[in-house]
C-alpha cells in the first residue's frame, strides 16, 4: 500500500471518539436507532416461515429505515452509535428461535450424533429410524421436522463443531441449543463489524460503509434470527483479508481456512491471490492453507465423509433449485428442446462455467494491489451465483459485505428482493412465484450494469450516499 494512501484521513477528519460524542447526537438519532430494533425484533420474532404479510411489511420497514440511517450517519458519534445499534439488534435476536428456516433440527440432529461418537456424513437421516440403528435424541419427531430427510448432511467442520457444542450443553432443548449456536455467531458478528471499520479505513474507504452490512435487515435476520453460518464465513474472511492488508499470509492463509471450513464458498477466490502474493508466497500460503484444512476436517474425513459431502453436492448442483436466474431461463429452453428438466446437465454445466469465468478474470487482472481484490471477489461470488440454480436470501450476504469496498451497490438492493421469496411459502403447498424471481434479477442485472457502464451506484442517484 502507498505511504498516500497510508496517510489518507477517513471521511470524519482527525477527532477521536469518546463517549461524549453521543451526549451530541440530535434526539431524531435515538429516535431511528429504537424503530429500527423494534422492525427487527418484530421481524424476528413474530411472523413464522408462512405469514408473508408480516414478513414484508417487516423487512420494508427496517430496509427504508436502513437507508435512511445510512444517509445520516454522516460523522464519527452518529457511525458508532447506529454501530452500538446494530450490536444491540444482534443480541436482541440471539434469543428468537429460528422461525422463518427449519435449517435448526438438522443442526440439532447433527450435534446429537457427533455427541454420540456418529459421523454425521455416514447415513441419511431415514437410518436411524430403523430397528437397532437407533441414537438417542434422534426421535420420530424431530425426524418429521428435517426438511432435508433424504440428504445427507452438508455443513463443514467449524458449523458442525457448533452444532456439538450447543446439543452437548443443552441435549434436551432445541431452543436453548439454538441459543448456544447463535453465541459463537454473535461474536462472529461483532468481530466483522470491527474488521470492516478497520479494513475500510486501513484501505482509505469511508469506514461508514461498515454500516451497509451492519444493520441490513436481511443480514441481521437470516444471520442471527435464523442461524446461518454466513456469519461465521464472513468474519473469518475479513480476518484473512485484514492479516493479508497487514501482511502477514501465515495468518491470513489459516484465517481463510477457518472460513472454508464454515462454507466452501470462498475456495473461490484463491485465484486471486496468487499474482498479489507472488508465486512462491502463494505456494506457501495455500500449502499452509490445505494442511490447516485437513486438520479442521480430519475428525470427519473417511469414506463416509467424501460418500456423504459428494452426495450432498451432486444434489446441490443436479436436484435444488430455488430462486435461481440464469439457471431458471435455461431450464426453459431445456423444457422447450427436451420437454424435461436438464438440471441434471445444466448444474455441472453451469458450475465448469463459473470456474471457467473466475480463471479467465484471474488471468486477466494485472493488479497486485489489495485495494482492487474486493472487486474480483465481489465478481467471483456474483458469477456463482447467477449460475447455481438454488440462491436462498443469505447467499447475497456475502456480495453485501464486499460491496464497501467497492463502487457497487446493487447487492443491497439483491438482500431486500431476495427476501421476497418467502412468498413461496404461505400457500397451502410450497409454490415457487416466477414472477417474483423475474421482478428480482430484472432489477438486479438493470442496476448492476448500470453501475458497472456508468460507473456511478444507485445509492448517489437516489441521494443515499
Known amino acids: 500500500m502507498s505511504e498516500g494512501m497510508k496517510d489518507q484521513r477517513n471521511e470524519y477528519g482527525n477527532h477521536s471518539f469518546t463517549p461524549s460524542f453521543l451526549r451530541s447526537l440530535s434526539p431524531g438519532y435515538w429516535g431511528l436507532g429504537l424503530l429500527f430494533i423494534l422492525c427487527i425484533a418484530g421481524l424476528g420474532y413474530l411472523p413464522g416461515q408462512s405469514d408473508f404479510a408480516w414478513i414484508a411489511g417487516f423487512h420494508t420497514a427496517a430496509f427504508l429505515l436502513y437507508l435512511l440511517i445510512y444517509r445520516k450517519a454522516d460523522n464519527q458519534a452518529a457511525l458508532y452509535f447506529f454501530l452500538g445499534v446494530a450490536l444491540l439488534a444482534r443480541l436482541i435476536l440471539v434469543g428468537a428461535f429460528p422461525q422463518l428456516s427449519d435449517d435448526i433440527y438438522r443442526f440439532v440432529w447433527d450435534g446429537r450424533l457427533i455427541n454420540e461418537g456418529i459421523n454425521?456424513?455416514?447415513?441419511?437421516?431415514?437410518?436411524?429410524?430403523?430397528?437397532?440403528?437407533?441414537?438417542?435424541?434422534?426421535?420420530?419427531?424431530?425426524?418429521?421436522?428435517l426438511n432435508s430427510q433424504q440428504y445427507f448432511t452438508i455443513y463443514?467442520?467449524?458449523?458442525?463443531?457448533?452444532?456439538?457444542?450447543?446439543?452437548?450443553?443443552?441435549?434436551?432443548?432445541?431452543?436453548?441449543?439454538?441459543?448456544?449456536?447463535?453465541?459463537?455467531?454473535?461474536?462472529?458478528?461483532?468481530?466483522?463489524?470491527?474488521?470492516?471499520?478497520?479494513?475500510?479505513g486501513k484501505l482509505g474507504l469511508p469506514e461508514r460503509g461498515a454500516l451497509l452490512y451492519a444493520l441490513n435487515p436481511m443480514i441481521l435476520v437470516e444471520v442471527m434470527g435464523n442461524l446461518h453460518f454466513e456469519g461465521a464465513m464472513i468474519f473469518f474472511l475479513l480476518l484473512s483479508l485484514w492479516w493479508l492488508?497487514?501482511?502477514?499470509?501465515?495468518?491470513?492463509?489459516?484465517?481463510?481456512?477457518?472460513?472454508?471450513?464454515?462454507?466452501?464458498?470462498?475456495?473461490?477466490?484463491?485465484?486471486?491471490?496468487?499474482?498479489?502474493?507472488?508465486?512462491?508466497?502463494?505456494?506457501?500460503?495455500?500449502?499452509?492453507?490445505?494442511?490447516?484444512?485437513?486438520?479442521?476436517?480430519?475428525?470427519?474425513?473417511?469414506?463416509?465423509?467424501?460418500?456423504?459431502?459428494?452426495?450432498?453436492?451432486?444434489?446441490?448442483?443436479?436436484?435444488?433449485?430455488?430462486?435461481?436466474?440464469?439457471?431458471?431461463?435455461?431450464r426453459w429452453v431445456g423444457y422447450q428442446i427436451s420437454g424435461y428438466n436438464l438440471i441434471k446437465y445444466l448444474g455441472p454445466a453451469l458450475a465448469a462455467c463459473t470456474f471457467l469465468g473466475i480463471s479467465i478474470a484471474a488471468r486477466r487482472d494485472r493488479r497486485q494491489d489489495w485495494r482492487s481484490l474486493p472487486g474480483l471477489m465481489l465478481f467471483a461470488i456474483c458469477l456463482y451465483l447467477a449460475f447455481t440454480p438454488t440462491v436462498h436470501p443469505w447467499y447475497t450476504s456475502l456480495p453485501l459485505v464486499l460491496a464497501p469496498f467497492t463502487r457497487f451497490r446493487f447487492p443491497i438492493l439483491w438482500t431486500a428482493l431476495a427476501s421476497l421469496t418467502y412468498i413461496n411459502y404461505s400457500y397451502a403447498e410450497y409454490h415457487e412465484q416466477l414472477a417474483v424471481v423475474a421482478l428480482e434479477y430484472l432489477i438486479v442485472y438493470s442496476v448492476a450494469i448500470w453501475e458497472w457502464r456508468s460507473g456511478n451506484n444507485w445509492m448517489v442517484e437516489v441521494g443515499v450516499e
Open 245 to 330: 492488508v497487514a501482511g502477514r499470509p501465515g495468518p491470513s492463509a489459516l484465517a481463510m481456512a477457518l472460513s472454508v471450513a464454515s462454507k466452501l464458498l470462498p475456495l473461490l477466490f484463491g485465484f486471486f491471490l496468487i499474482r498479489r502474493l507472488g508465486l512462491r508466497r502463494s505456494f506457501g500460503y495455500f500449502a499452509l492453507m490445505g494442511l490447516a484444512l485437513l486438520l479442521l476436517f480430519s475428525p470427519l474425513l473417511g469414506g463416509a465423509f467424501f460418500s456423504g459431502m459428494g452426495s450432498s453436492l451432486r444434489l446441490y448442483f443436479q436436484r435444488f433449485e430455488f430462486n435461481g436466474s440464469i439457471y431458471y431461463l435455461l
Open 156 to 200: 463443514p467442520p467449524v458449523a458442525q463443531a457448533t452444532f456439538a457444542l450447543a446439543t452437548w450443553l443443552f441435549p434436551d432443548s432445541l431452543y436453548a441449543a439454538s441459543v448456544a449456536m447463535k453465541a459463537p455467531l454473535f461474536l462472529f458478528e461483532l468481530g466483522s463489524l470491527a474488521l470492516l471499520v478497520k479494513l475500510l
Open 120 to 145: 454425521p456424513f455416514a447415513h441419511l437421516p431415514s437410518y436411524y429410524l430403523e430397528e437397532g440403528n437407533q441414537v438417542p435424541g434422534l426421535a420420530p419427531e424431530l425426524y418429521a421436522l
